[in-house]
Nanobody, 127 residues
């Protein structure tokens, strides 16, 4: 089992930055691709960003490319999401997730491929 705990969310103004953290426990995340998803009120949970086991491959949703950066520190068992130039449409609950992934495999953008999920952290961007 992998337990994931997100932190770093909160209320911000449009144009501000936030860094979300996802601390894992129970198992090392070295064996997992890691992803961030978000869910806005009344909408389904959607892909935001993902990073491969080694950190060498990253994927982003088109809506956040150039503004968000996903990274991981396997030694700290932690994944990060740096969010810059935030927009009101980025308002959502952000979830961290872990995907059991073979060595060298690209990270998935499909939420059904992820095995473990955190409880989420709220990000609210006002205009």
């Amino acid at each position: 089992q992998v337990q994931l705990v997100e932190s770093g969310g909160g209320p911000v103004q449009a144009g501000d930055s936030l860094r979300l953290s996802c601390a894992a426990s129970g198992r090392t995340i070295r064996n997992y691709a890691m992803g961030w998803f978000r869910q806005a009120p009344g909408k389904e949970r959607v892909f935001v960003a993902a990073v491969s086991r080694s950190g060498g491959t990253t994927h982003y949703a088109d809506s956040v490319k150039g503004r968000f950066t996903i990274s991981r520190d396997n030694a700290k068992n932690t994944v990060y999401l740096q969010m810059n130039s935030l927009k009101p449409e980025d308002t959502a609950v952000y979830y961290c997730a872990a995907e059991a992934s073979p060595v060298g495999a690209p990270p998935s953008e499909k939420k059904g491929e992820y095995d473990y999920w955190g409880q989420g952290t709220q990000v609210t961007v006002s205009s």
